[in-house]
């Protein structure tokens, strides 16, 4: 992965406007389980050191990953699994609904300001980072702090957004760094390192296609996204260990005539 070179750091006008400001720059990265369903796209973390592995997801849940010679590494199983027995002596969180069947509250430029009670996650992949990229709710936290106090936020905006071009998609761009009130979804694996760290969130997606951390001295690993196709549908076939084995029905179906018997 490395240094984020030139052509990837695009800039386009320098800062952003107004509405593309830090508060709306945390409302993008709440949005991301009501901008999409499926997406299909490259994923490299520098910790692995390998290089970039292909996925398909499509949401809540059903993940499929494939090495860059096409060789199956991770396929979702049980993905039509009813609720039974276990959902009835559960508690009240087993029957949270997904978060695109429940409505936030918006901005004016229809980016998520407070997100609701809903059952959230991502499947995941090596460590949390995953699917800490593909809703990057921990850089923003689910609402704004009640009054903009220095380090009140989850993370510090250190630089003012930026829109770049990223994989042939916009993205907004910052520097951030950690506040005593960050969580990350994975500690071993946080989106932001302990020292500033920059970040890039898809503006169509709401995920966060790239993390990079500037501390010399603490340096930790990052990750690269590059966006293949958004909201493509995607069979249950793509996802379960073995194939269902559908029947093509566009092609001609032979059927065998017994004959007549005398």
């Known amino acids: 992965m490395g240094t984020w070179d030139a052509k990837h750091r695009q800039e386009h006008g320098g800062a952003v406007t107004p509405a593309d400001s830090a508060a709306s720059f945390r409302n993008l990265c709440r949005s991301s389980p009501w901008k999409w369903q499926s997406l299909r796209f490259e994923y490299s973390d520098s910790a692995s050191g390998t290089g970039p592995v292909r996925a398909w997801l499509r949401r809540p849940g059903a993940l499929r990953l494939e090495s860059a010679d096409g060789t199956l590494l991770n396929s979702t199983t049980g993905i039509n699994d009813s609720r039974d027995g276990l959902y009835i002596s559960a508690t009240r969180k087993s029957w949270l609904l997904p978060a695109h069947l429940v409505t936030p509250v918006y901005d004016d430029g229809g980016l998520v300001r407070r997100r609701p009670e809903a059952a959230y996650g991502e499947p995941s992949f090596g460590n949390g980072r995953f ?20 380090n009140a936020n989850a993370v510090e905006i ?56 500037l501390d010399g001295e603490a340096r930790r690993p990052g990750h690269w996204i590059r966006i293949l196709a958004v909201d493509e549908y995607m069979l249950d076939d793509l996802f379960v260990a073995e194939p269902m084995n559908l029947t093509d029905v566009r092609s001609h179906i032979q059927w065998p005539l017994r004959p007549n018997p005398a």
Request: aromatic share 2%; proline share 16%.
């Open 131 to 150: 699917a800490a990229a593909l809703d990057p709710v921990e850089l923003a936290g689910n609402a704004p702090v009640p009054l903009e106090f220095p």
């Open 158 to 213: 250190l630089e003012p957004v930026h829109d770049v071009e990223h994989e042939g998609r916009r993205a907004l761009e910052t520097v951030v760094s950690p506040n005593l009130s960050y969580r990350p979804l994975d500690p071993e694996a946080p989106l932001c390192g302990p020292g500033p760290t920059r970040v890039r969130v898809d503006a169509g997606t709401g995920v966060c296609v790239a993390s990079e951390p």
